[in-house]
């Protein structure tokens, strides 16, 4: 009788993380709390992840800008803008492999309109 030895398969955690900058943005966009907050609402709509909690802030001094961050089941999406300099910074990161992180990235863009951006990503799977 041939015995073969198995070896113990572990689970996978798939991650991706996508982040990126955004320059050139109307000052009326950035510092418009509603629309920051609704617009992230909207993006974890679009990446197809679950709402835990959203909370934002309004930073005053020399700099300014707000802060949104959203909770989610499969991890974090955040945003943060820098009135002074017309600039925001988009971070999303997702463990699974359902989420959409790139289809919210491109729905903040589309809807904070900077005249350019950069995009990044990092594989945080654990194979």
């Known amino acids: 009788m ?5 070896k113990a398969v572990k689970p ?3 991650g991706l ?3 990126g900058n ?4 109307s000052r009326a966009k950035l510092t418009n709390k509603g629309l920051l907050s609704r617009a992230v609402l909207e993006a974890v709509k679009k990446a197809d992840m679950k709402l835990v909690e959203q909370r934002t802030w309004s930073f005053g001094g020399s700099k300014g800008g707000i802060s ?3 909770l989610v089941s499969e991890s974090h ?3 943060h803008t820098w009135v002074e300099y017309g600039y925001a910074t988009i971070d999303i990161y997702t463990c699974g492999d359902q989420g ?4 919210a990235f ?5 809807t904070l309109k900077p005249k350019s951006h950069k995009v990044f990503h990092a594989d945080r799977s654990s194979l």
Do not use: C, E, Q, W
């Not at 041939?2 to 198995?6: C, G, I, L, S, V």
């Not at 959409?100 to 289809?103: I, R, S």
């Open 2 to 6: 041939n015995r073969t030895k198995r």
């Open 100 to 103: 959409k992180p790139y289809a």
């Open 22 to 25: 955004l320059y050139g943005i």
């Open 17 to 19: 993380h996508v982040f």
């Open 106 to 110: 491109d729905y903040l863009v589309s």
């Open 12 to 14: 996978k955690i798939i």
């Open 68 to 70: 949104v961050i959203a």
């Open 77 to 79: 999406m955040t945003l």
